[in-house]
């Protein structure tokens, strides 16, 4: 099976990695953090302001790939500190419809240019 390389104006990669790729009716999206993709910094604020930024960008990939939000099957969320928790999962809940992707949220100690939140995700065509 071969990869395409799914690439979007409206997200930015930090390293040498493919926004998404699409492997048969998968598409495997890399974790984004909030970035800014307009000055290729990080989007100041709290883990809302960031996790807004995060789908914005996942998003982007998404509708570069000629997909919608509904064929998201599982997403990976990844914050530095476990009491944002609420606060992620208040921007989350706005992003997707019923019934919800799977998901798991995991602590972790540091993300890529001192981001709180990264996400990553997978949908099926």
């Known amino acids: 099976m071969s990869r395409q390389a799914i690439t979007a104006e409206g997200a930015a990669v930090v390293g040498p990695y493919s926004m998404g790729v ?21 989007l100041e604020g709290g883990v ?4 807004e930024q995060c789908f914005k960008n996942l998003f982007a990939v998404l509708k570069a790939a000629d997909m919608t939000p509904d064929q998201v099957v599982k997403v990976n969320v990844f914050l530095t500190d476990m009491a944002d ?9 706005k992003q997707f419809t019923k019934p919800f992707p799977a998901r798991t949220t995991i602590g972790v100690a540091s993300l890529p240019l001192g981001a709180r939140i990264e996400i990553e995700m997978i949908a099926r065509g």
């Open 22 to 42: 699409r492997a048969g009716e998968f598409v495997y999206f890399s974790g984004q953090t909030p970035l800014d993709p307009a000055t290729g910094k990080l």
């Open 48 to 51: 809302a302001a960031q996790t």
């Open 85 to 93: 928790f609420a606060a992620m999962n208040e921007v989350y809940a």
